[in-house]
């Protein structure tokens, strides 16, 4: 069974930097694709970046680009993300869904397309 753990959330000033974890296990597959989303109080899931491995292209939502980026750990089934310059409008839980196959760029922003989420990391910006 495929499990996703997050971790790495916490309580940051404006303009600090975090770098979130998400450890997959259960699995022998390599994801193609992994994609972050955040979600505020009260607020729907948010797109936050996309990033197929294979093809080496990262999308990003129009807030996050030029601050936010992902890496991974084939090694150790683990991805990342990477966030500079944090404003307190980026306090949100943050989930990674990873995805075996990659989707239409029309469909990466929505979460309804992905199968695997973890539980999230809650990241709290101060101003």
């Known amino acids: 069974q495929v499990q996703l753990a997050e971790s790495g959330g916490g309580l940051v000033q404006a303009g600090g930097s975090l770098r979130l974890s998400c450890r997959t296990s259960?699995?022998?597959?390599?994801?193609?694709?992994v994609a972050w989303f955040r979600q505020a109080p009260g607020k729907e899931r948010e797109f936050v970046i996309y990033?197929?491995?294979?093809?080496?292209?990262?999308h990003y939502a129009d807030s996050v680009k030029d601050r936010f980026s992902i890496s991974r750990d084939i090694a150790e089934n683990t991805m990342y993300l990477q966030m500079n310059s944090l404003r307190p409008e980026d306090t949100a839980v943050y989930y990674c869904?990873?995805?075996?196959?990659?989707?239409?760029?029309?469909?990466?922003?929505?979460?309804?397309?992905?199968?695997?989420w973890g539980q999230g990391t809650q990241v709290t910006v101060s101003a």
């Open positions: 869904a990873p995805r075996m196959n990659r989707l239409a760029l029309s469909a990466i922003r929505r979460p309804e397309h992905y199968d695997y």
């Open positions: 990033r197929d491995w294979s093809m080496g292209r990262t």
């Open positions: 259960g699995h022998t597959f390599k994801w193609s694709v």
